[in-house]
């Protein structure tokens, strides 16, 4: 059974994920701010934690990023705030995903279980996705058990792409997360170069999907 830690200020907003949570099957602990959370964290192990960004006594960006610097625990990020600042500077304290408030309960539901299957299925030193294998140590791919040679770049772009499979990745998401911000050129840069990925992942290279108008996502088709 996955253990949910629900973080949120707002009783009402924790009883409402707590209700969906229990419904899916997940036991669930609570925390009212960002420091009980992390005091939680220090004690116990979650398979993930649903957060609040604003709190009084710590904000969810300080608390995610402290309980991230010691336990690798996904993190959901809960947040009125929906500016693509607020989305990019929240997955850059750590957190694995994002959601607007106000949420849809089931949704959420979905996203949970996203997160939790795709980081079940990491370990300390690989993350597979059906015939495609990442040693993260060793920073190298294999494709049915055959290395696959890729630059520094296209590996920290499959492995971004990977570690968020199924959900899309804005241009901007990438561009921060792969090259920093002293890029500018976002569409052409990124577009350019899951082109030269996918030129070199061979029977993979439809798994790297086009979202029209957005930008890209992973998937795993097989």
């Given at each position: 059974m996955a253990k949910i830690l629900i973080v949120d200020d707002e009783p009402d907003i924790r009883a409402l994920i707590r209700r969906y949570?229990?419904?899916?099957?997940?036991?669930?602990?609570?925390a009212s701010?960002?420091?009980?959370?992390?005091?939680?964290?220090?004690?116990?192990?979650?398979?993930v934690i649903i957060m609040d960004a604003m709190m009084p006594d710590m904000d969810g960006f300080s608390a995610c990023k402290k309980i991230r610097s010691t336990k690798d625990i996904p993190v959901i990020m809960?947040?009125?705030?929906?500016?693509?600042?607020?989305?990019?500077?929240?997955?850059e304290t750590g957190a694995d995903d994002y959601v607007v408030k106000p949420f849809s309960p089931r949704e959420l539901m979905a996203r949970i279980k996203v997160v939790i299957n795709r980081h079940g299925k990491e370990t300390a030193d690989n993350i597979k996705a059906g015939s495609m294998e990442i040693d993260t140590l060793g920073r190298v791919v294999?494709?049915?058990?055959?290395?696959t040679e890729l630059t520094a770049k296209e590996y920290d772009l499959l492995l971004y792409l990977i570690?968020?499979?199924g959900i899309v990745l804005t241009r901007e998401q990438i561009m921060e997360a792969v090259w920093g911000?002293?890029?500018y050129t976002a569409d052409r840069t990124v577009d350019w170069q899951i082109k030269q990925l996918r030129s070199h992942i061979g029977k993979c290279r439809d798994n790297i999907v086009t979202v029209r108008g957005v930008g890209y996502k992973f998937e795993n088709k097989e």
């Open positions: 949570s229990m419904h899916e099957g997940y036991d669930t602990s609570e701010g960002g420091l009980e959370a992390v005091m939680m964290c220090q004690n116990e192990n979650f398979d809960l947040s009125a705030r929906g500016e693509e600042y607020d989305k990019l500077f929240g997955f294999y494709i049915d058990g055959k290395r570690k968020n499979i911000y002293e890029y």
